[in-house]
């Protein structure tokens, strides 16, 4: 059983399965899932549901038909392709948040790169937590090639993913690579043949929604992302008060309960107050 919204014309789709995950899928296959036309307004409306809902604990995040994003649509065409609008108001065509509100959320997202992912769908597909990929999908940062910057972030968080030698090829080249090439780099987890990507994607984001805490998952997240500004002092004093209050929520005794009782934990869901 599961909770679908959305017509096939939606620009994008939200379903929320039984197992705690949320899928949200890019639905604009005719124009590679280009960032535009409502999409960036559908697209945190079923975030922020998701982010929500307390029976969402893990959220998937992919794109319908051949493309994961293509990049921004810039009116003639992506902003990976050719005939771009100069007038384009690219403020308005992102909308009111950049990619890295993502890296806010208290619920892990996890990017199930269907196939190409350009310019600014690669920068969103990058501020999610993990990342998979199908055999055949092509990446690319594109900009240096449009005469255009490393934007929105993506200057920050490809170095943390990839290293800063990677991330100089990458971003100055604008060269196209592979899936297979992306994996190599540590940009995604694992390459499976496409038929095979989303059953993968959802048995991986359903262990994490049954098995993990979500409070765990939430402070985590915190902590990966602050600590990246951080030094390692700083860091460390943080993890410890963290710790402390970590030990005095129930999920701390439920997870050490059922490991020794050998079952699988059964954590209450995110509240409201959470960090």
């Known amino acids: 059983m599961s909770d679908q919204t959305g017509s ?9 399965l039984d197992s705690g995950v949320a899928v949200v899928t890019l639905n604009r296959p005719e124009r590679m899932n280009a960032w535009g036309g409502g999409l960036a307004t559908d697209f945190y409306r079923c975030i922020d549901r998701a982010e929500a809902d307390p029976d969402v604990r893990v959220i998937v995040l992919t794109g319908s038909g051949r493309a994961f994003c293509a990049g921004a649509d810039m009116g003639g065409g992506t902003i990976a392709g050719a ?6 108001d690219v ?4 909308g009111e948040r950049h990619p890295h509100f993502v890296t806010g959320l208290r619920k892990p997202i996890i990017a199930a790169i269907n196939g190409a992912c350009a310019g600014i769908g690669l920068t969103q597909a990058l501020m999610c937590d993990v990342r998979f990929a199908a055999e055949g999908a092509k990446f690319t940062t594109a900009f240096s090639r449009r005469g255009l910057i490393a934007e929105y972030g993506i200057s920050w968080i490809l170095p943390r993913v990839v290293g800063w030698g990677q991330s100089l090829d990458l971003l100055l080249s604008g060269r196209t690579f592979a899936a297979e090439e992306a994996r190599e780099l540590g940009m995604v987890k694992d390459v499976l043949p496409p038929d ?15 098995n993990c805490a979500p409070s765990s998952m939430a402070v985590i997240k915190r902590q990966m992302y602050g600590d990246a ?7 460390s004093d943080a993890a410890e008060r963290l710790m402390h209050e970590s030990m005095l929520r129930p999920d701390f005794i ?3 309960t059922a490991f020794f009782e050998k079952r699988q934990p059964s954590f209450p869901p995110l509240k409201e107050d959470t960090p």
């Not at 096939?8 to 929320?16: G, H, Y």
């Open 254 to 256: 439920e997870g050490i």
């Open 229 to 235: 500004l951080r030094d390692m002092h700083d860091t």
């Open 196 to 210: 095979e990507l989303m059953p993968r994607v959802l048995a991986y984001a359903a262990d994490m929604a049954t």
């Open 91 to 94: 403020t308005k065509l992102v």
């Open 83 to 88: 005939d771009i609008a100069a007038d384009t």
């Open 8 to 16: 096939q014309t939606s620009a994008v789709l939200f379903e929320r």
